[in-house]
């Protein structure tokens, strides 16, 4: 079977493996594992941020990084279709007590006149906007790549009208690799975290960066969320290895897009097909059944999809599919996607 569900289901290579046994180890909980010292100095040095902090998932960073930017009551302006709102199983609301306020939104990209608006409300009779929240890449509109421009837009709004700017960038490097002088987050975010246990293919762990007193204090929240652990360097040195060896992702975006262009789009059971350039393509249906029996077709060929809606499959090409594969996986979609059959 070829797993497409997500690029969460990689398995760690036999070189991932080698490093894990040889990580130099220490009491993470005393600051004494020189991996995870390493690897936080080497990833905020890479992105141009004062300091690290290893955590066991994106959605820690993202809520540490609420807990820390804004007060119970107080609101974070995010996308409709944000992983921060809608994903994280309600954790903004049990943690750091906090509400999210929509804005128009493109494919993650913010209406800025509906953004300028909604702080303007806020300082008169709505609540108190703390944080402007963005994701790059955006997981809804399938996998899309933000504008760096549009970054710095948003920086500087935030900065303008005193809120801080935080990243999900559970996938950033899927962009970062594709326009390789837009890595420097840390002269724009006030705090980012990425997932090394994505498309990166490390088995688990996220990065949250900020400055130096942010991240003291995120330890502190870390702690407090049952975040700290031991001998980290065990997974710490599988998450060097695999943002060291981050080229693959450009692969993983050369599957899709191969897939993308192969497959037959005339005549075919799905609505569209979505490609967005880079790791994931999208199929939309005009009701959920259908969707399901086109999900159902491609596991009968040995294909495993996931939903993104009930109406809208996802398939998210990994470091573990084949470039060999990529036939096998156009059959497989233009046979279970054939109206006639």
């Known amino acids: 079977m070829i797993d497409?569900?997500?690029d969460t289901v990689t398995k760690p290579s036999k070189e991932m493996l080698q490093k894990v046994l040889e990580a130099e180890l220490g009491d993470d909980e005393y600051k004494e594992d020189p991996?995870?010292?390493?690897?936080?100095?080497?990833?905020?040095?890479?992105?141009?941020?004062?300091?690290?902090?290893?955590?066991?998932?994106?959605?820690?960073?993202?809520?540490?990084?609420?807990?820390?930017?804004s007060n119970p009551g107080e609101e974070v302006i995010t996308t409709k279709d944000s992983h921060i709102k809608n994903y994280e199983h309600g954790a903004a609301a049990f943690l750091s007590r906090t509400q999210f306020r929509d804005?128009?939104?493109?494919?993650?990209?913010?209406?800025?006149?509906?953004?300028?608006?909604?702080?303007?409300?806020?300082?008169?009779?709505?609540?108190?906007?703390?944080v402007l929240a963005s994701e790059n890449t955006h997981l809804a509109s399938g996998g899309s790549i933000l504008p760096f421009e549009h970054i710095k837009t948003l920086s500087e709004i935030s900065k303008s009208n005193r809120l801080k700017f935080h990243m999900d960038g559970a996938r950033i490097w899927h962009a970062i690799l594709t326009d390789p002088q837009s890595i420097e987050y840390g002269k724009y975010c006030d705090s980012l975290t990425f997932c090394f246990s994505k498309g990166l293919g490390a088995p688990i762990g996220s990065m949250l960066m900020g400055d130096k007193n942010f991240i003291n204090e995120a330890r502190e929240y870390r702690k407090k969320l049952?975040?700290?652990?031991?001998?980290?360097?065990?997974?710490?040195?599988?998450?060097?290895?695999?943002?060291?060896?981050?080229?693959?992702?450009?692969?993983?975006?050369?599957?899709a897009s191969d897939v993308n262009n192969s497959i037959e789009k005339d005549n075919r059971s799905f609505h569209t097909a979505t490609y967005r350039g880079t790791n994931m393509?999208?199929?939309?249906?005009?009701?959920?059944?259908?969707?399901?029996?086109?999900?159902?077709?491609l596991e009968e060929n040995n294909i495993i999809s996931g939903f993104i809606k009930k109406d809208i499959i996802r398939l998210v090409f990994h470091k573990d599919v084949r470039i060999n594969e990529v036939d096998s996986?156009?059959?497989?979609?233009?046979?279970s996607s054939s109206i006639d059959i």
């Open 4 to 6: 497409l569900r997500s």
């Open 35 to 69: 991996t995870v010292n390493n690897l936080e100095e080497y990833c905020s040095d890479l992105m141009g941020f004062e300091s690290g902090l290893f955590v066991t998932s994106g959605l820690m960073g993202n809520q540490i990084s609420l807990l820390i930017h």
């Open 103 to 130: 804005i128009e939104s493109t494919n993650g990209v913010y209406d800025l006149d509906s953004l300028s608006e909604t702080i303007k409300e806020s300082k008169i009779n709505k609540p108190l906007i703390k």
């Open 226 to 255: 049952g975040g700290g652990m031991r001998q980290v360097g065990i997974i710490a040195s599988a998450a060097r290895y695999a943002i060291e060896n981050r080229d693959h992702l450009l692969e993983d975006h050369k599957k």
């Open 281 to 297: 393509l999208f199929f939309s249906f005009d009701t959920p059944d259908s969707a399901e029996i086109f999900r159902k077709k």
């Open 329 to 335: 996986i156009v059959e497989a979609i233009n046979y």
